[in-house]
């Protein structure tokens, strides 16, 4: 099983990710936090990736796919997995169709409003340690510019910065919104309300996977 979650920056794919590998024990791999994660390590694709990130564009994608490659190549994917921010455009779809191609595949596109999405990018804090992400607006940590989880002083990410959001929606909207055609051809394309809160979102996504799941005899796993 492969669950791909499509949606504009901060429409909530990280959080309903995490819970979808909560509720069922498949890992989620968010490409972002891989290639943040290779640039703090300085391996020689985060050195690449380096000057490409945080300017709202895309990362190449021999790039994403050499870090994507490593990551499912771990036994932890071999049930399923669960795609936060990848694919981003078509021909990293088609690569992946080529890399594992023989899974069966829900995907998601989380549909967000506008100003939600402002509110939510400007708000967001995330945890440089764990990576666990908060809102000043919605989800406030217990201490203030304190990670919950890990104690961290939490940060503002680098692309969330208010000049960088036209150039990241732009990029959305012209390299990743035409991936909703190429799956909804496919039929493998549920589109599902974001506006709400992580669990509203979450909601219609199990009811899927749920079926899904039963249809092919396939197990949660557990944690
Ligand atoms: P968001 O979805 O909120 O923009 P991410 O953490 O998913 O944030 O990604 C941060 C940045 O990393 C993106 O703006 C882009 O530059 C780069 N990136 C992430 N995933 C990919 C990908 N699949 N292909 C190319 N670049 C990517």
């Known amino acids: 099983m492969r669950i791909i979650l499509?949606?504009?920056?901060?429409?909530?794919k990280g959080s309903v990710g995490e819970r979808i590998r909560e509720e069922y024990g498949f890992p989620k791999i968010s490409t972002g936090d891989l290639l943040r994660e290779a640039v703090r390590k300085k391996t020689s694709l985060g050195l690449k990736a380096e000057t490409q990130l945080g300017k709202g564009g895309l990362v190449d994608d021999d790039i994403v796919l050499g870090l994507l490659r490593e990551r499912l190549g771990n036994p932890d994917c071999h049930a399923g997995y669960i795609l936060d921010g990848f694919p981003r455009n078509l021909s990293q779809a088609q690569s992946l169709a080529a890399l594992?191609?023989?899974?069966?595949?829900?995907?998601?596109?989380?549909?967000?409003?506008?100003?939600v999405l402002v509110k939510r990018i400007s708000g967001r804090r995330i945890c440089p340690s764990c990576e666990a992400i908060f809102n000043i607006h919605t989800k406030r940590p217990r201490r203030e510019g304190i990670?919950?989880?890990?104690?961290?002083?939490?940060?503002?990410?680098?692309?969330?910065?208010?000049?960088?959001?036209?150039?990241?929606?732009?990029?959305?909207?012209?390299?990743?919104?035409?991936?909703?055609?190429?799956?909804?051809?496919?039929?493998i394309l549920c589109k599902v309300d974001g506006n709400g809160t992580v669990e509203e979102t979450l909601r219609p996504i199990k009811t899927v996977i749920d079926e899904e799941l039963g249809k092919t005899g396939?197990?949660?796993i557990q944690l």
């Not at 069966?104 to 549909?111: A, D, G, H, P, S």
């Not at 890990?150 to 959001?165: F, H, P, S, T, V």
């Open 147 to 187: 990670c919950d989880v890990c104690g961290a002083k939490l940060l503002q990410r680098n692309d969330d910065r208010a000049e960088l959001i036209p150039a990241r929606k732009e990029t959305y909207r012209t390299k990743t919104e035409p991936l909703t055609s190429y799956y909804g051809e496919k039929g």
């Open 6 to 12: 499509l949606g504009a920056p901060a429409s909530g």
């Open 218 to 220: 396939g197990k949660r």
């Open 100 to 115: 594992d191609g023989q899974r069966r595949e829900l995907v998601f596109e989380i549909q967000v409003r506008e100003d």
